[in-house]
Nanobody, 127 residues
Framework: QLQLVESGGGLVQPGGSLRLSCVAS????????IGWFRQAPGKEREVASC????????YYADSVKGRFTISRDNAKNTVYLHMNMLKPEDTATYYC????????????????????WGQGTQVTVSS
């Protein structure tokens, strides 16, 4: 059974950096597209970034473009979200999710195709 576990969240000052990790078990990671989503209190969940099975294609929300970088190491069954120049508005619970797809693409317009979700990791950006 596929399980996803996120880690790496924490409290950071504005302008700081964090690296989130999403470790998959029970399934071959290279068969999955992975998305990073976030949800702030009182707001809807939104996609921050996603990456295709091979890592050859990725997507970033406009709000994080140029500051966040998604990457994956299929040999380690891990997907990373490198977050730089963090802003208070990045404060949210971050979730990774898996999309089982035969294509080397990732869905960024909807979370409905992501069937498996981690428990989330909290990121707080505050001085």
């Amino acid at each position: 059974q596929l399980q996803l576990v996120e880690s790496g969240g924490g409290l950071v000052q504005p302008g700081g950096s964090l690296r989130l990790s999403c470790v998959a078990s029970g399934f071959t990671l290279d068969a999955l597209a992975i998305g990073w989503f976030r949800q702030a209190p009182g707001k809807e969940r939104e996609v921050a970034s996603c990456i295709s099975r091979s890592g050859g294609r990725s997507y970033y929300a406009d709000s994080v473009k140029g500051r966040f970088t998604i990457s994956r190491d299929n040999a380690k069954n891990t997907v990373y979200l490198h977050m730089n120049m963090l802003k208070p508005e990045d404060t949210a619970t971050y979730y990774c999710a898996a999309e089982k797809t035969p294509y080397d693409l990732c869905s960024y317009y909807s979370s409905s195709s992501y069937d498996n979700w981690g428990q989330g990791t909290q990121v707080t950006v505050s001085s």
